[in-house]
């Protein structure tokens, strides 16, 4: 039986341990060897055209926007379902943000919802530059056709998959592609915290075309550019760029965490189907598509309680399942477009939208149960027992 008192936890062994003290016995801490290798194997694990790791995965949201060409005023449609780095990321470079529906169950931005999102910027005569589909807890937007709907309207695809890395989706021809593949979008992202598949500590990444991704490392060292001549030294800042590097002992963590993705997903899945198990013949709904587990990397199991009808609070029952259960939950997550800041600045305010109802609803049900690999398979079902009882 698994300590479980949280939602998401890093696994860590001895191989990681030897790695990291390797990297703390090399020449370079920071901008040696160790971050190449990081990138590559990003690169190599989901078949990216080009990829590139930086100091987190709010950070890599900011670089990519930025290395894209998202600056002032443009507009950026974003989930309202997601963490708040996904909207913030092009905020910082003065962008615009229209928070747009989601479906109700899965949290996912659908196909319809960004046409409503189209459609009500039309309205007040003004165009979106891009979309950012998030991959919420591990499960794939529908790709495909929000790349046709995009092309239709010129819009950029920046997939948010965050949560998603070792996550794979079909085609309509049943082709599989990888998340960060970009195979549908201009860019991909991924963060390395703690709870996601894998850990570099804190840490995140960029996968997108050679061209993006040279720009995106430019962006991440200040915007310098060195071998530009033959004189070992010099070196120009091209652009006006950050230091948002990751470094050397973050990337030795990483790059062993990579060789255990495999291993990762398959306990997740196996995890997931457990919680299915477990869920039936109970008033307890999930954010899961069973036709999808096997190619998801679950980051989140998301519950949905109809509270109100058991005559509790999501508050009581995520109190009890810690303090009487040492069961711990979250909540994934508090709609963006709700939090104070937004609710001023968001384009959705400023243009009296309607409310994004869906998304309402998928919130007020909505509850984290714990998922990382360390736990047993037994869990889900102490998890469940524990919930229910609960309820009754």
């Given at each position: 039986m698994a300590d479980?008192?949280?939602?998401?936890?890093q696994d860590i062994n001895q191989d990681d341990i030897n790695e990291v003290i390797k990297a703390l016995k090399s020449p370079a801490l920071t901008g040696g060897s160790y971050v190449e290798s990081f990138a590559t194997a990003l690169k190599n694990a989901v078949n990216a055209p080009s990829a590139s790791v930086c100091a987190n995965?709010?950070?890599?949201?900011?670089?990519?926007?930025?290395?894209?060409?998202?600056?002032?005023?443009?507009?950026?449609?974003v989930p309202t379902i997601t963490f708040m780095a996904t909207a913030n990321g092009a905020r910082y470079l003065g962008a615009n943000?229209?928070?747009?529906?989601?479906?109700?169950?899965?949290?996912?931005?659908?196909?319809?919802?960004?046409?409503?999102?189209?459609?009500?910027?039309?309205?007040?005569n003004l165009k979106a530059k891009a979309v950012v589909p998030v991959h919420m807890g591990g499960q794939a937007c529908d790709m495909p056709k929000i790349r046709d709907l995009a092309t239709k309207h010129n819009l950029l695809v920046i997939e948010?998959?965050?949560?998603?890395?070792?996550?794979?989706?079909?085609?309509?021809?049943?082709?599989?592609?990888?998340?960060?593949?970009?195979?549908?979008?201009?860019?991909?992202?991924?963060?390395?915290?703690?709870?996601?598949?894998?850990?570099?500590?804190?840490g995140g990444g960029i996968t997108s075309s050679v061209d993006i991704?040279?720009?995106?490392?430019?962006?991440?060292?200040?915007?310098?550019?060195?071998?530009?001549?033959?004189?070992?030294?010099?070196?120009?800042?091209?652009?006006?760029?950050?230091?948002?590097?990751?470094?050397?002992i973050q990337s030795a963590l990483g790059l062993s965490q990579m060789q255990r993705l495999d291993q990762f997903v398959k306990k997740r899945q196996e995890l997931i189907n457990q919680y299915i198990k477990a869920c039936e013949n109970t008033p307890i709904k999930f954010a899961v598509n069973p036709d999808v587990v096997h190619t998801?990397?679950?980051h989140l199991f998301v519950s949905h309680i109809d509270f109100n009808k058991h005559h509790t609070t999501r508050t009581n029952v995520m109190n009890t399942l810690r303090n009487t259960h040492e069961i711990g939950s979250q909540v994934h997550y508090i709609p963006v477009h709700s939090q104070p800041y937004?609710?001023?600045?968001?384009?959705?305010s400023k243009?009296?939208?309607?409310?994004?109802?869906h998304a309402l609803e998928y919130y007020q049900s909505c509850l984290s149960l714990p998922l990382f690999p360390l736990m047993d398979l037994t869990d889900p079902k102490r998890v469940i027992d524990a919930l229910q009882d609960i309820l009754k």
């Open positions: 479980i008192n949280s939602y998401g936890k995965g709010t950070v890599a949201l900011h670089l990519l926007y930025q290395a894209l060409g998202i600056t002032q005023d443009d507009i950026v449609i943000i229209y928070f747009a529906d989601v479906d109700p169950l899965s949290g996912l931005l659908t196909v319809e919802s960004i046409q409503n999102a189209i459609n009500d910027l039309d309205q007040h948010d998959a965050c949560h998603a890395l070792g996550t794979t989706y079909e085609d309509s021809q049943g082709k599989s592609h990888k998340v960060g593949a970009c195979s549908h979008s201009d860019g991909v992202v991924f963060s390395f915290h703690p709870v996601k598949t894998i850990t570099s500590g804190e991704i040279q720009t995106v490392k430019a962006l991440t060292g200040h915007g310098i550019i060195r071998n530009v001549n033959d004189q070992p030294w010099y070196h120009e800042m091209q652009m006006l760029g950050y230091n948002y590097r990751i470094t050397d998801t990397s679950w937004w609710r001023k600045n968001s384009l959705n243009l009296n939208s309607s409310e994004l109802t």
